[in-house]
């Protein structure tokens, strides 16, 4: 059973810093898709957590997050990113952060944002739920 947790959940914890520090290091191995990824994460997503306006689901093996789902839920509902680490992919953990959120927003298709050059790291999910590109 595939556990997933949230960072909102964490915010007035002592592990919340360990779990953003752990987060940002997952993100940075994909600082290309990012334009100033520091300063996205830091000044702008992580006060959209704290304002309930955004959220990271993640998973964790040996206390290490393995697996990530940033969502930004205002102004609308929308995937920003899901990214596993790579020894860890096949194992459904992208499958279960995604019917997760699946579950919460009440639909299969929510907005994904997903650059053009990852397309083919997503194309699994695109045809497994049957999701439409969008300009």
């Given amino acids: 059973m595939i556990e997933i947790e ?3 959940d964490f915010i007035d914890s002592e592990q919340y810093l360990k779990l953003v520090s752990q987060i940002y290091v997952l993100l940075d191995s994909c600082r290309d898709d990012y334009a100033n990824l520091d300063n996205w994460f830091f000044s702008q997503f992580l006060s959209k957590i704290e304002d309930v306006e955004a959220d990271v689901l993640f998973v964790r093996q040996n206390n290490q997050v393995i697996g990530i789902l940033c969502l930004e839920l205002m102004p ?3 995937i920003i990113t899901l990214l596993v680490k790579k020894e860890y992919r096949n194992q459904q953990i992208g499958t279960s952060l995604l019917e997760t959120i699946f ?3 009440e639909t299969d298709k929510p907005e994904f944002v997903c650059p053009i050059s990852k397309l083919g790291m997503y194309k699994p ?3 497994k739920y ?6």
Avoid at 130 to 135: D, G
């Fill in 103 to 105: 579950s919460i927003l």
């Fill in 6 to 8: 949230s960072l909102s």
């Fill in 125 to 127: 999910f695109i045809q």
């Fill in 76 to 78: 609308k509902a929308r």
């Fill in 130 to 135: 049957y999701w439409q590109a969008n300009k």
